[in-house]
């Protein structure tokens, strides 16, 4: 990879646009995340904050699309900028294209909250709720920030396009195409509205934060470590087959549905054949670190990133599982499926994020986070998830077994409440991490230089890094 110096103003410039994007993106964490935190509470106290407008049913879209559209979506994109700048050899090109689009994107994340507050939305249509005029602000925004990418890739100074490049390209250019398909009206009533949903719905996951997620993994993981990625060829197998696979596989969240059968089971055999792209990717990762545990153990960004690796393994891996149709009968439209998003969007997405961020942010604003800040974001974030997970994956599993043996609805509801409350203590603490979290991104951009932070951040990558 390239990763030429720029000028002294251009990296200033790039500097405040990834700051700002970063500052952004944590503002929607902690809110969407306070939102999720409350509304984890209401399942074992149900009488909690009863009014309209923070009921249930609105509070979760507004936390499923703040923590998709602003946190993850702006958090990623500020990376992905910056990855694509320093893999190209160039500063950020159509800087005004980006800051556009930061400013779409959180008018989008803005206007879709009030409105969801509001009970205006669409209801059907899950991930996507957002009104159609508020959508298209965030599409605006894809399209902003996108030129804003291709234009730093095409004037690269090397010939070739580094594979992170690949992944960040085919994540915007796929997402906008499935974002216009996703409009369509003639696909919002009728069993097209569901093929449609399970189209949208997997691929905003797969086609967007995941290429994005591991596009900036392609290149700071390499980075860190001072190494090269431990094989190309796998990286470009695993973007291949990612394109082939992934886009057909939404239709497994519709199984036993009025879906043609044949839909259902194409989606079931995509999905078991996302392995592919999954343990290319991931086992690329695997080795590129092996023997070099002692960087890890010494990196502040590093184990965000292995964290982000192994879930994504584990969470993709237990996907593929979980679209079989021996297994969906116990567990489709459990709790399990909750612990399921959570370690994908937050174990594998959110920790690849916060590890983008760790490793490339000081970088080029010299200013480092607070190592004790770093560590407790870490343990509590990675402990709370981890909570999260297994709770929710065994009251799933326990409410499924009741569903099946035909229990009353309320012996379910028992059997899951204590499970509720675990969930309850894990959000709590993933809440105090993002709380923490949010002071390292105080320091590493609105805040004073501390001493010696230069010297230290130009040290060996993975050690001082
Ligand atoms: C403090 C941290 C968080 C807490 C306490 C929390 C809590 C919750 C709760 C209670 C729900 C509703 C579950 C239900 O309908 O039964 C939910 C749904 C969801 N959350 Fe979170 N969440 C947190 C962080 C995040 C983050 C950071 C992301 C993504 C980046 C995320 C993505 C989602 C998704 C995708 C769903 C929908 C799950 C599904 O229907 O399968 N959450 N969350």
New binding site residues.
Partial sequence: MADAPATAVSERADATLFSAFTLSATFW?LF??AV??L??FK?PYPDLATSPFLSFGRL?AI??NG??YG??SIALTGCVLYVAAKTSGTAIKGKAFAWLGLICYNIAAICGTVTLDLGINYGDQ??REWVWWVKLIFVAALALTGTSLVRTVAERVEREIYISNWYLIGGFVFTIIMSIIAFIPYYQYGMGQVAVQGYFMHNAVGMWFTFLALGITYYALPKLLNRPIYSYALGVLGFWTNMIFYPLIGAHHFEFTPLPWWFQTLAIVFSVGMLVPVWAGSGNFFLTWRGHWETVRRSYALPFLVVGVIYYFLGSTQGTFEALRSVQIILHFT?F??G???LT??GF??FIAWGGIYALLPQITKKAPSLIATGLHFWLAFI?VTI?VISLSIGGVLQGLDWAAGNPFIVSVEAADPYWVA??VG?TM??LA?CIFAYNVYLMTVGRRPAGATRALSGSQGASV
Avoid: D, K, Q
């Fill in positions: 964490l969407a995340t999720g935190l509304l984890s399942f979760r936390h499923t923590t998709f946190w993850a899950e991930y709790n499926v909750i399921h998003s959570h969007m937050y997405i959110t709370g999260y969930r309850a959000g993933m809440f993002h």
